[in-house]
């Protein structure tokens, strides 16, 4: 069941109905069975998976928590990852590394009998296998100690407004929520109205809308300038924004309406003023997370007695992180990208201050100027994202910078109407990011936030494609 669907609509508001009628104790039930109908409605098979991570994440929280030493919560640690990552690897990553092993042997002149197998990838299992094993690392890490409630550890891992692409919630975070009695206030009710409102106005009216144009565009690259290319980029990044983060706006408006509080997962990215501030923005839950699981432990980790240095580290994060997305070569080459741009940066960052001071540039052109360039090598490394190999991107951006300025590479048309649908996006983002508030709208004058509201209602009324269009990250 998609957000944007009346299936979801009818599937929550009996939910709600039943949840604000409950105790907490079967408030927990109910949504643990809630839960597994939504997943059920996508494919009850890999329900069955769920189940499974449930369990041994539960039973290796209580053995590490229960070890008598600090071997043995080790050992029992590193299995259950183990686990975890190998249930991920045999369903998102079996055949990319059986080609690719094949492909190996072939230069050899070995030749390999074809092994790939029909595996469909099951939905969300990128997202609630990290958040699973968040749990058991706590435990070790002892910053956590283990639920002695099944129902509610499986409520932890399942809980539909998350489920299938985020936020990836820590159990320190969401369990204690679980456990608790949950008070309802007004406050509360009213931002998750507004999350629901504004994530559905940017999935249906912006993304929906920008990818009529990109799915089109990128179709046909080859016949096209390389003004038209350049529109298409910028258009499929805002796509791929609003409806990521539009989606975690529901999730995060449909949880606080039963009283949960997930964590924000986007934060007006497109004013970061450099790109270690734009992953602070861009995908928080996973980018904290493979700051906190794999970024620092691989940082104080020594490898045969010396420690990694940092630049090694960091591009090693990043293509982990890029293969997170998917088993292709051009997410990994995405990571590797931004890994070198992140490094580079860290390395030029002296001689940019530098640069600022003797050119003399005013502080808000100064900062206009980055938040451009640093836009610009986001929509550079989303064209991997846009296109079905690294060969073709290649080609996308050479197509770009061949012919864009020519009178005839730039299509005004599919440019105004790209413009005029990011437009109302920018505005309200833009008083967010100065007032550092999501919920800035609500300290607007009456006329204000009713205009707001009006234009967020009509356009998704008028313009809104109820076609039940997939969310983009649901691939991942």
Known sequence: MLFNTLRFALFFIVVYALYRRLGHRWQNRLLLLASYVFYVFWDWRFLSLILLSTFINYYFGLRIDNAPDQRRRKKNLVLCVCLNLAILGFFKYFNFFAENLQALLEIFGLRAGRVTLNIILPLGISFYTFQAMSYPIDIYRRVIRPTKSLPDFALFI????????????????????IMAKRNITPEQFYHGCWLIFWGLYKKIVIADGLAVITKKVFAETGDLYGGTLLIAMYAFAFQVYADFSGYSDMARGFAKLMGFNLMLNFRTPFFSTNLYDFWQRWHISLTTWIKEYLYYPLALAKFFGRQLKAPLVVMLTWAIMGFWHGANWKFILWGVYHGAILVAYNRLRPHMKALRLKRRFSFGSWNG????????????GILFFAVESAPKMFAVLNAITADFLTPHGVDFGLMGRVLLTILPLLIIEYFQYKGDDETIVFTWPLFARCAVYYVVLYSIILYGDFGAQRYYYFQF
């Not at 990836?168 to 204690?176: D, V």
């Open 158 to 177: 399942a809980f539909f407004p998350q489920l299938v692409a985020g936020p990836i919630e820590r159990a320190r975070n969401l369990i204690p929520q």
């Open 369 to 380: 100027l980055k938040r451009l360039f640093v836009f610009h090598l986001f929509c550079i």
